[in-house]
């Protein structure tokens, strides 16, 4: 059974700082391409960040790009989004996914597997 659990979640000021993580387990983490969705109340879910477990390719946001970074564990199957200069808009809960498959996609449709979202709240 695949499971994603989130953590690292909480109120910050804006210009702070906060590190999301993702511990997954019951899939073989090179067959599978993990990222970051968020939704924000009354909004669609979004997507953050993706990275290739195998490989290491990754992706972001532009609205993220330059402040968010994607990354994966050494030795843990965890992904880890580390976040920096947040602004109130990030405001949302954070959801982990994992998408298997050869090819990579921003499409929360095609994910296959979802945790239970971690809320990120930044205060101005």
């Known amino acids: 059974q695949v499971q994603l659990i989130e953590s690292g979640g909480g109120l910050v000021q804006a210009g702070g700082s906060l590190r999301l993580s993702c511990a997954a387990s019951?899939?073989?983490?090179?067959?599978?391409?993990m990222a970051w969705f968020r939704q924000a109340p009354g909004k669609e879910r979004e997507f953050v960040a993706y990275?290739?477990?195998?490989?290491?390719?990754?992706a972001h946001a532009d609205s993220v790009k330059g402040r968010f970074t994607i990354s994966r564990g050494n030795a843990k199957n965890t992904v880890y989004l580390q976040m920096n200069t947040l602004k109130p808009e990030d405001t949302a809960v954070y959801y982990c996914?994992?998408?298997?498959?050869?090819?990579?996609?921003?499409?929360?449709?095609?994910?296959?597997?979802w945790g239970q979202g971690t809320q990120v709240t930044v205060s101005s």
């Open positions: 996914a994992a998408r298997r498959g050869s090819t990579n996609s921003f499409d929360a449709s095609l994910y296959n597997y």
């Open positions: 019951g899939l073989t983490f090179s067959n599978y391409q």
């Open positions: 990275i290739r477990w195998s490989g290491g390719t990754t």
